[in-house]
């Protein structure tokens, strides 16, 4: 298995609403990253797990908050968000944080549009 | 921090021509990797390159590690209207260093 899967693909919510993304992987990689990406523009690094362990938050607001409940998963609750944060965002995985061999192996994203 | 300039930002060629973009920066990486991403969709990894000097092809794709390891090139030949996408760079500084992005090149084909 050589993917990294990400549900839903498409997610509208509300302002209140709470919601989660999903991100799986069965590489055996141990760094995995959120990424969030506008239009036209590159992927913007939000946070990178390490070994399971919150490695950098690149000062994300606390709307968003990560987890990572195993080597094989990773989740970005959603709470209370702001039209601005729709976007795509993007799950990761690397052999180990800062790549390893083969690079990053990027899911297909999810289209958030908050309204 | 380090950025990634990634040149021309938008490309449109007919079927079949060459095309080649780079990717320059002021400090020195150690890692370049070339991604495609088509709309609606994440980046898929094209080439990765590990070594300063290295030339490496994946069909019609060949990409280089410049030998400063401040740029990197990519060429694709013969193009077909399924190359359309947005092609960035990207690229690590050291081991447990995060990816930096280039700006992207926006390749469109006609035919």
């Known amino acids: 298995d050589t993917e990294v899967t990400q549900t839903p693909k498409h997610l509208v919510m509300g302002m209140t609403n709470k919601k989660s993304l999903k991100c799986e992987q069965h590489?055996?990689?141990?760094?995995m990253y959120w990424y969030k990406q506008k239009a036209k523009k590159p992927p913007e690094l939000m946070f990178v797990y390490s070994y399971e362990k919150l490695s950098i938050n690149e000062s994300v607001p606390s709307r968003f908050s990560p987890e990572c409940p195993n080597s094989s998963l990773l989740n970005l609750h959603l709470h209370a968000l702001q039209p601005e944060d729709s976007a795509l965002y993007l799950c990761?995985?690397?052999?180990?944080f800062g790549g390893g061999w083969n690079g990053y192996t990027f899911g297909s994203g999810t289209r958030l549009t908050v309204v | 921090g380090q950025q990634l300039n990634q040149s021309p930002q938008s490309m449109f060629i007919q079927e079949g021509e060459d095309v080649s973009m780079n990717c320059t920066s002021s400090?020195?990486?150690?890692?370049w990797l070339w991604y495609k991403q088509e709309p609606g969709e994440g980046p898929v990894l094209l080439i990765a390159l590990y070594k300063a000097g290295e030339l490496t092809s994946n069909g019609r794709l060949t990409a280089q590690f410049g030998i400063t390891r401040k740029d990197s090139f990519l060429n694709i030949s013969a193009s077909i209207p399924s190359d359309v996408g947005i092609y960035f760079c990207?690229?690590?500084?050291?081991?447990?260093?995060?990816?930096?992005f280039g700006t992207g090149t926006r390749l469109q084909v006609t035919l």
């Open positions: 990761a995985s690397s052999q180990v």
């Open positions: 400090s020195i990486f150690n890692t």
């Open positions: 990207a690229g690590t500084t050291g081991t447990a260093s995060k990816l930096t």
């Open positions: 590489m055996g990689h141990r760094a």
